[in-house]
């Protein structure tokens, strides 16, 4: 990846950020049809304002983006357009889901944001390689959940076979 500077008027400048932003209650949404137009809605949208996605990768209930967002936008104000604009045009392509997420809320309040520097190369990597970590770590984890009171339910069955010897015992 380059390091080029962009520039403005006055200005030379490389403000590179991670960003994560997940649907409402973080749901599962972002799959097959629906990842494809919010893939390109975001494309179109970061268009507009001038922003360059480096690297992109939707998951399938959260997005991660890493971005370089021109100094005369705060991040915060192109988040705010980011996700507004493209919650309406989800809504437009998807009639569908107003009834899933009312008030047209798909995107959860907040984000994360991390600026990136000189680095960028590790985020996108990170950023590429992260669903095939998830896929590999749950493959991996074979651990099934239990309940959690299972531990004194043994314990009580461990008393009653104790007292159960103890009355044997004492009738011999």
């Known amino acids: 990846m380059a390091q080029k500077t962009n520039s403005l008027a006055h200005t030379k400048w490389m403000c590179k950020y991670h960003i994560v932003f997940t649907p409402k209650y973080r749901r599962k949404v972002i799959y097959n049809q629906l ?9 179109t949208l970061c268009r507009y304002k001038g922003v360059e996605i480096i690297e992109g990768h939707l998951m399938a209930d959260h997005v991660h983006i890493l971005v370089m967002i021109p100094p005369k936008l705060s991040v915060s104000s192109f988040m705010g357009y980011l996700k507004g604009k493209s919650a309406l045009m989800i809504f437009d392509r998807h009639a569908n889901l107003k009834y899933k997420y009312g008030n047209r809320h798909f995107w959860a309040e907040g984000y994360y944001v991390s600026t990136v520097g000189l680095n960028d190369a590790t985020v996108a990597k990170y950023i590429r ?13 074979v651990k099934e959940y239990q309940n959690p009171f299972e531990d004194r339910e043994i314990e009580k069955e461990k008393k009653k ?12």
């Open 129 to 141: 390689e992260q669903e095939r970590h998830d896929i590999a770590m749950d493959k991996l984890s």
């Open 35 to 43: 990842r494809n137009d919010i893939g390109e809605i975001l494309r």
């Open 161 to 172: 076979q104790e007292k159960k010897k103890k009355t044997v015992k004492k009738e011999k």
